[in-house]
């Protein structure tokens, strides 16, 4: 079936969208891992995130893209998923290395410490 060029500006950036949307159960997915002691129940997990990653995809490629599997939109859902990797990656670092600053009280300044240690 063909369909018109302009379209694909618009499953392009759907396939940005469930990149990122993967990319944030993932995310779930190492936070519950980390939460539960159950090697069962993490493993479970990441089997259904993996299917769950793979319905997304071919569901947005069903509807979207009538069912044309294209490099261009693996490529792009694959982009995006690694690019919301690495922000939440950054942005979970940054957060622990401010609240652990704010703990230790590394933000004040010199002379404020100096004060409290005297």
């Known amino acids: ?3 018109e060029t302009q379209t694909q500006i ?9 990149g990122f949307l993967c990319g944030l159960i993932f995310d779930f997915q190492k936070i519950m ?3 539960v002691k159950n090697k069962f129940f993490a493993n479970f997990l990441l089997i259904f995130c ?3 990653s793979s319905f997304i995809y071919f569901f947005i490629n069903l509807i979207f893209n009538y069912g044309e599997l294209r490099l261009f ?7 995006s998923f690694s690019i919301e990797k690495m922000i ?3 942005i979970f670092a940054l957060t622990k290395k401010f609240c652990y600053n704010i703990k230790h009280g590394r933000g004040k300044k010199r002379k404020e410490r100096r004060k409290e240690e005297n």
């Open 1 to 3: 079936m063909l369909y």
């Open 10 to 18: 618009g499953v392009f950036f759907l396939f940005i969208l469930s």
């Open 33 to 35: 891992k980390n939460k």
């Open 50 to 52: 993996v299917f769950l």
């Open 73 to 79: 939109s693996f490529i792009t859902f694959l982009l």
């Open 88 to 90: 939440a990656q950054n």
